[in-house]
């Protein structure tokens, strides 16, 4: 269903209908009078949104699982339907949508899930329709490659610079929500684009749904959770975007009351490589500018190269006094209520210097882990943190400008995601080598081919050839093939022989 044109629309598989002027519940003109019938589109409906055109004229917008049409619902008068010109149109005929929760708007353009991926219309670009299609969320390729086979319960929904994707990443529900920021884009004058800024992990949300409630905008998500609470249901509802920056949730007591439980949110992020990729170089250390930090803070740093798994050089617990629940009922209470208003903290970070060790190796290179043409970190924290800067310290790395005898492989080398490797012994493999049950079969044989002279029609010149020919079919079909192309073989030298000895 969608409301628009002061009118709800209804869609039954293949067929959109409409309701009376001004009042949803009823639909007695659709029965009686002029343009009284249903609208009928080729394939099921998936999904339906109002939306302001170009011309600010209201739109019903209707989606098939592989095309787009529009309605120009903003025409009030049902009489006038029949005459309006393209009141029924295709917006884009090759492109649909696979999710009906998956309609979202942010940032003035609409967003909906294909059937290859994010899409978004612009209003303003609505005229200037290409065959050009670009997906929006080609940065989330690690979450789309391991999506579940069906993305039919692919829910969203746009919540202040946010657009919100919930998708079935390695799950049937939805368990990974991509977020997009449009903060990176908001400057005034500045020439940007909005950011991917990650993923969420925790819930499973079936549903989005936004609202001012008492003045102030908030954003909740119904979930299918991984655990139950103390009552049994796995069926939850969540609150996003809270001014605390930890996980809370009520927990029913036997009395009916309830007692709010918090947990710090875990968080993980992967930097690119850094580095020229050119030159070989030494990993030393790293340094992390670290800010908002608040609370009790468990941080992991590990660093790899673009082969081997990742190596730790730094954990560390920061305590940091920022909220009231630290201090309260201690001795230092009226101390710390002085102060005031509390800050959020910042520390830099040094790692310690990495560790060469030789009995960690890699089947992709014969070089250690810390040594490569460029690095990555890994950084994992629990509880209230923030990254502002990463510096990587390198040393140049000698080669020698020789070159090095090579030789085949003699073990199979397997990689795993985290950059483990294992070097195993196979048998070999079916697909690469002829089954010791196939029988070949070769034969060789001799034509000759003989050419009547022009001059003289009594003379004739011969010249004799031989081809062999292998088969997987059998020794006739070898016999067959062979003499078709020892006879070519005796034809060409006998006109070879011909021209330049005429007779």
Known sequence: MAYSGNRMWIADKNIVLASDLGDPTS??????GTSRGDFSFSRPVTGMTSYVGQDTATRLIIFTDRSTFQLKSGVLDR???VTTENFQSTLYPTVGCIAGKSIAFQAGQMWWYSQGGLMTSDIAATSYLSSQVLFRDVEMARAKRLMSADPTRICATGFENYLLYSIPYLQTLNSDTMVLDYASASEWGEDRNPAWAGVWTGTRPVEWTTGVIDGQSRCFHFSVDYAA??????????ESFQPERIDSYLQINPDKTTTTLYNRIYSQFETPLLGDEMDLKKFVYAEIESTQIGGT????VSYRGSKGAYNPILQKRILAVTDDYQWQNTPYESEIQNLGF???????????SAQRNSLVSTCESYLTDDVDKAFSLLIEWCGEFGVEIVRLFMDPWQEK??????GDETQSCVVAQTGETLLIDLLPNP?????ANDNSYSAKVFKTATLICDVNPTKSISATASATFLSYISFEHAQEEAGVLALQSATAAAQQFKAQ???
């Open 297 to 300: 803070v468990d941080l992991k």
């Open 431 to 435: 697909y690469e080598q002829q089954s």
């Open 401 to 406: 400008s020789t070159g090095v005898p090579q």
């Open 229 to 238: 609470t103390n009552d049994g249901s796995f069926n939850h509802l969540w």
């Open 79 to 81: 009489e006038q339907w």
């Open 501 to 503: 000895n005429p007779c």
């Open 27 to 32: 639909f007695k003109e659709r029965t009686t």
């Open 342 to 352: 509390l800050n959020s903290q910042y520390r830099r970070l040094t790692t310690e």
